[in-house]
């Protein structure tokens, strides 16, 4: 998706250029410090923002989806629909392009076929809210989602070599994310770019002020979810 966020408080919508970028971590310090940094922003009176997708493939840690076919390896970005949506037409596409040995990083979803026994599995780590849809477009296929199970994946495709992450490490890389994230106050960002340029056209969407003291709710809010968790 693009940078743009869109939150709605109660029946009210207000409108962000980046609130996307680290919107996990701004939900993470709790409603007492994030419903009223949200309400600060522009109130939205147009339309919803549209969803726009962005490659990804060149960040250090990709966003990508790995699609396994009998024993060959495909590692595809996650732009546009999921792969499995394109039903036996997959198989054509990827029939001429390069595999991989195998695949060990990150990944945030896969797709396995076994065109032998005429059977696809498939799975994602966000909510998929066409699932009705997917057996339809395999017709003669027996078609499972596994939700975020990849461990299903991995025991039918051993070239698939994703591995159990270490909790405590994940949560504790997520708390300092957070605290970085609420670190202190925060400037009022609009009032900045108008001081600069008083001439300039200034968006709507551009971040309000946050408070010192709403920032240390934050924090704290932030370590009692990161002990409650481990």
Known sequence: MSDRATFLIGRRRYESSFGAVGLDLDLLAGPRAFVPFAEAHAEATGSWYDDVCDP?????????????????????GMIGDQPVDEGPALLERLAGEPSHAGYSGACEG????????????????????????????????????????????????????????????????????????????????????????PRALVGRGLAPPLAATRAAEAREAIIRAHASAL
């Open 110 to 197: 896969g797709v396995h076929v076994d065109p032998r026994l005429r059977r696809v599995g498939w799975w994602h780590t966000t909510r998929q809210p066409w699932l009705a849809e997917v057996g339809e477009r395999w017709p003669g296929w027996t078609v499972e989602f596994w939700e975020d199970r990849w461990a299903e994946h991995v025991r039918r495709a051993p070239v698939l070599d994703v591995r159990e992450p270490d909790r405590v490490a994940a949560l504790a890389e997520v708390r300092d994310a957070a605290l970085a994230r609420w670190a202190g106050a925060r400037l009022d960002v609009r009032a900045a770019v108008r001081a600069a340029a």
């Open 56 to 76: 990804e493939l060149a960040e250090p840690d990709p966003s990508v989806l790995v699609v396994t076919v009998g024993g060959r390896c495909h590692v595809l």
